[in-house]
């Protein structure tokens, strides 16, 4: 037989597994509507020149482009083809790619349906989004992500709502975790002080990287950019300032009093932190001078999230964007989000053991199928079990009950229902608990009483 596999970097989900992804996409839907955030979706494939330049240098490398379809290669000179300049030649045969994120398709929609939208707009999205990274422990190239944005207000109430947010969903799943925060108006003002303002993107891409590869490695690639040793030097005290938020706010203010970029991040922290005091988070909420997050589209507060008691990455961030849709042509119009990482999430919660018993209902009552008399019998009754809500099936062929029995121990099936000669003339159902072994003769509604009382024990 011939060997059948996915690409990597995906997976394929069971039913128990899709049971567990319900799971969490309906907790964090919950949550996104509990403050009045209402659901959008977009295509899985933007033209490219939506997604091209919005990432970075890095994010466009990992774009999935689209052959144009038919002869792509129709129009394109043999010479190009030789030249084999891959940049400039997906440029002449791919047209499309699928998204990289739900932040960019969702500006874009901001800006093609703006007459529509009443400002300031609160949508959220649960959609896959694809990448071309190299695939390893918790990182895919195919995967969801559940995106919760406001656009079209400036206002640090938002930013707050969002950290609300994340502390409510991860509370409903019981994941402890640590929220950094950051804001690159500092990380601009971090990059004048030390001489080095047309940095910006090179200090913020290597920081992001200082988790994963530690800060002598960083300090490396930012003189591999262009960074004067000087400047990497003067960098270093700024990056690794100690203390509380307030301890090392105050400190940055000192430090960038000549930056008016600079200055506005701090004051900009210092407001949402004095929010934050008011507020009873059950996570800790900290001010972390490396965090950067590598997208070149964020412009104020940053935010990253991490399971305190797995190590995985990132399981959800996002941050300020003020003008994102003005690439599109629709100018000062200033957004914040967050991307919660559902297949993390479900990693953490799969490794933690956090699911609820109940999530996995598939199931919950077979009835034996003996014969054509007692399958006439049997679709009788059944409809009862499922009008009260109960999930039932009928074994579909007269197999031999030891077959029968098995299907319903592999299903994990709690309960099963054997009808014969004697029950059909009593007009009763004889009802098995598999787990105990006990069996019962019972009416229809009694039979269905029973089993709804144990679903509810």
Not at 83 to 98: F, H, M, N, P, T
Not at 160 to 169: G, K, N, Q, T
Not at 337 to 343: E, K, R
Request: glycine fraction near 8%.
């Amino acid at each position: 037989m011939k060997k059948v596999n996915i690409p990597k970097g995906t997976r394929d989900y069971s039913p128990d597994a899709m049971a567990r992804r319900r799971y969490i996409f309906n907790t964090i839907e919950k949550v996104f509507r509990l403050y009045g955030y209402q659901p959008i979706e977009t295509p899985a494939m933007e033209n490219l020149d939506t997604l091209l330049g919005k990432y970075g240098e890095e994010g466009d490398k990992l774009l999935f482009k689209i052959l144009n379809s038919g002869n792509f290669l129709s129009g394109v000179e043999d010479e190009q083809v030789q030249q084999k300049d891959v940049a400039r030649l997906s440029a002449l045969i791919c047209e499309k790619g699928l998204r990289y994120d739900l932040t960019v398709p969702f500006a874009r929609y901001v800006v093609q349906h703006r007459n529509e939208i009443n400002f300031p707009f609160k949508r959220y999205q649960i959609q896959p989004v694809w990448r071309a990274d190299r695939p390893q422990k918790g990182r895919y190239r195919e995967f969801y992500q559940c995106d919760v944005d406001i656009i079209g207000s400036r206002s640090l109430l938002n930013e707050l709502e969002l950290i609300e947010i994340i502390d409510r969903v991860f509370e409903k799943f019981e994941i402890n975790i640590n929220i950094r925060t950051n804001n690159r108006k500092i990380l601009a003002g971090i990059a004048e002080l030390i001489g080095a303002r047309d940095h910006l993107t090179d200090i913020t891409v290597a920081l992001d990287k200082i988790e994963k590869i530690g800060t002598e490695q960083v300090n490396e690639e930012l003189r591999s950019r262009g960074l004067s040793a000087e400047a990497v030097d003067k960098l270093q005290p700024i990056i690794h300032i100690s203390g509380d938020h307030s301890e090392k706010l105050n400190t940055l203010k000192n430090r960038l009093s000549d930056s008016e970029t600079g200055i506005q991040g701090v004051n900009e922290m210092i407001t949402l932190f004095n929010y934050l005091e008011d507020q009873n988070l059950k996570s800790e909420v900290e001010l972390d001078l490396t965090l950067a997050r590598g997208l070149n589209y964020y412009t104020g507060a940053i935010i990253e999230v991490l399971a305190s008691d797995v190590q995985i990455g990132s399981i959800c961030g996002g941050g300020r964007y003020d003008d994102l849709t003005g690439i599109f042509g629709l100018e000062d119009v200033s957004g914040v989000g967050v991307s919660f990482g559902a297949d993390r999430i479900y990693d953490v919660l799969y490794q933690l053991d956090l699911y609820p018993d109940e999530v996995i209902t598939g199931t919950r009552v077979l009835f034996i199928n003996f014969g054509s008399n007692e399958e006439k019998y049997i679709l009788s009754v059944l409809p009862a079990f499922r009008r009260a809500g109960i999930e039932t099936e009928m074994y579909p062929d007269h197999a031999k009950l030891k077959k029968q029995m098995s299907y319903a121990n592999s299903k994990g099936i709690p309960f099963v229902v054997l009808v014969g000669e004697d029950e059909i003339q009593k007009n009763v159902l004889t009802i098995k608990d598999m787990d105990t072994g006990k069996q019962e003769e019972l009416t229809t509604e009694k039979a269905i009483r029973h089993v709804l009382g144990a679903h509810h024990e």
